[in-house]
């Protein structure tokens, strides 16, 4: 079956950098758009970036724009988010995600598969 599972999150200062990583199993990897989502205590889950099966296209919520950087390497079967310059409104539970087909890149509800999730705080 597939697994997704999420590492490298942790408690950071305001300014500092996290990188997490989604490990995958139980999929051919490389045919398959990873998705990166977060939810806050008592919010809704949210989008935050994807990445093509290709690697080629990326795509970011307007808040994390350069600030964000989704990558994969599909001979490890990992996605990773790289996080720069985290701020306290980033501060939530991350997960990947993916699906068999992706109907709508950035809805949590195309989304097939997850992972437990990785807790990221911000400290000011």
């Known amino acids: 079956q597939v697994q997704l599972v999420e590492s490298g999150g942790g408690l950071v200062e305001v300014g500092n950098s996290l990188t997490l990583s989604c490990a995958a199993s139980g999929l051919t990897f490389s045919r398959y758009t990873m998705g990166w989502f977060r939810q806050a205590p008592g919010k809704e889950r949210e989008f935050v970036a994807a990445?093509?099966?290709?690697?080629?296209?990326?795509t970011y919520r307007d808040s994390v724009k350069r600030r964000f950087t989704v990558s994969r390497n599909n001979d490890k079967s990992t996605a990773y988010l790289e996080m720069n310059s985290l701020k306290p409104e980033d501060s939530a539970a991350y997960y990947c995600?993916?699906?068999?087909?992706?109907?709508?890149?950035?809805?949590?509800?195309?989304?097939?598969?997850w992972g437990q999730g990785t807790q990221v705080t911000v400290s000011s």
């Open positions: 995600a993916t699906a068999d087909t992706i109907q709508t890149i950035d809805a949590a509800a195309s989304y097939t598969y």
């Open positions: 990445i093509g099966w290709f690697g080629g296209l990326t």
